[in-house]
């Protein structure tokens, strides 16, 4: 009954593995790692075939987090942009999915501002952000407020107090992008959310 257990548990993770990246095209080194899996599932080595396939969930993760790093903006002028570790940060903040994740800096006028900006796939807090689109009495009286940024839905929250806030898009309800940071005004933060290519994101198969 164990063996019969573990068989089933291993299947139902090939079935979802297969079916969490659908149109990836796939590299050979991914390819390699999911025969390797395969061979060693059909053998009955269920814990290599699980670490294999994980491995090669892994490369397909990295390659998504390329794609969607293309449509990180770069700075405006006078901001400086850097990377940050994306990957450790998807896994850590937003229950998992695939984070692409660019800082912005600008040190003009004695004021430090700051801005980051995410693109986050299969993340399950899409669905949270969801609910305020079809409930936006809720948004609002959490002090948030709906508007329309290139054609999409946006959450803004902004305090103007300490000048922080942030903006949240659900694109075609697969990804998620964020923008948030001490911008000085919600204006700073509008101009990051206008150059995100929206349309172009809508129509990526991953």
């Known amino acids: 009954m164990f063996g019969f257990n573990k068989n089933i548990s291993v299947m139902r993770f090939l079935f979802l593995f297969v079916m969490s990246f659908p149109l990836i095209s796939m590299a050979d080194d991914i390819k390699d790692s999911i025969k390797k899996g395969l061979t060693y599932y059909e053998g009955g080595k269920y814990n290599k075939a699980v670490e294999s396939l994980g491995h090669a969930s892994k490369l397909m ?76 009495g809720y948004a609002e009286a959490s002090g948030k407020k709906l508007e329309i940024i290139k054609g999409n839905k946006a959450i803004i929250e902004f305090d103007a107090v300490d000048g922080f806030g942030n903006i949240n898009i659900v694109v075609a309800n697969r990804f998620l992008v964020q923008i948030e940071g001490d911008a000085r005004n919600v204006n700073g933060l509008k101009q990051y959310a206008k150059l995100i290519n929206y349309k172009k994101l809508a129509a990526l198969t991953l």
């Open 61 to 136: 993760q990295q390659k998504t987090r390329t794609v969607l790093q293309q449509f990180l903006p770069k700075a405006l002028s006078g901001w400086t942009s850097h990377e940050s570790n994306s990957e450790l940060i998807g896994a850590a903040m937003f229950g998992g999915g695939v984070t692409a994740e660019r800082g912005y800096n600008n040190e003009g006028k004695g004021i430090a501002s700051k801005v980051t900006i995410r693109i986050i796939a299969n993340s399950p807090i899409m669905e949270s952000v969801m609910m305020m689109y079809s409930t936006p």
